[in-house]
């Protein structure tokens, strides 16, 4: 059974930190590249991270370049998005997705909320 699990959200203070990890069972996740998503309520889904198969990082949104870092650990099968300097624009679901040309798997989202 294919499964991508989200976890590590929160509320956290402004100017706080979460790390956000999704961990993959069921397929060959080495094989795949991350991409990370968010969703705000009222706004449509925005990539905000990607990340090669091999830990190439590809691309970050640009709101959030210097402040996340995307990151993966094949051998855990888990990819990882570490947040600093949290903004509460940053609150929404985060989603990680890992697509192929062929497969397309998606998490069930972790809830991130950035208020004081």
């Known amino acids: 059974q294919v499964q991508l699990v989200e976890s590590g959200g929160g509320l956290v203070q402004p100017g706080g930190s979460l790390r956000l990890s999704c961990t993959a069972s069921?397929?060959?996740?080495?094989?795949?590249?991350v991409i990370w998503y968010r969703q705000a309520p009222g706004n449509e889904r925005e990539s905000v991270a990607a990340?090669?198969?091999?830990?190439?990082?590809?691309e970050y949104l640009d709101s959030v370049k210097g402040r996340f870092t995307i990151s993966r650990d094949n051998d855990k099968n888990t990819a990882y998005l570490q947040m600093n300097s949290l903004k509460p624009e940053d609150t929404a679901v985060y989603y990680c997705?890992?697509?192929?040309?062929?497969?397309?798997?998606w998490g069930q989202g972790t809830q991130v909320i950035v208020s004081s």
């Open positions: 990340i090669t198969h091999t830990g190439v990082v590809m």
């Open positions: 997705n890992a697509r192929s040309l062929f497969d397309d798997y």
């Open positions: 069921g397929f060959t996740f080495r094989s795949f590249p």
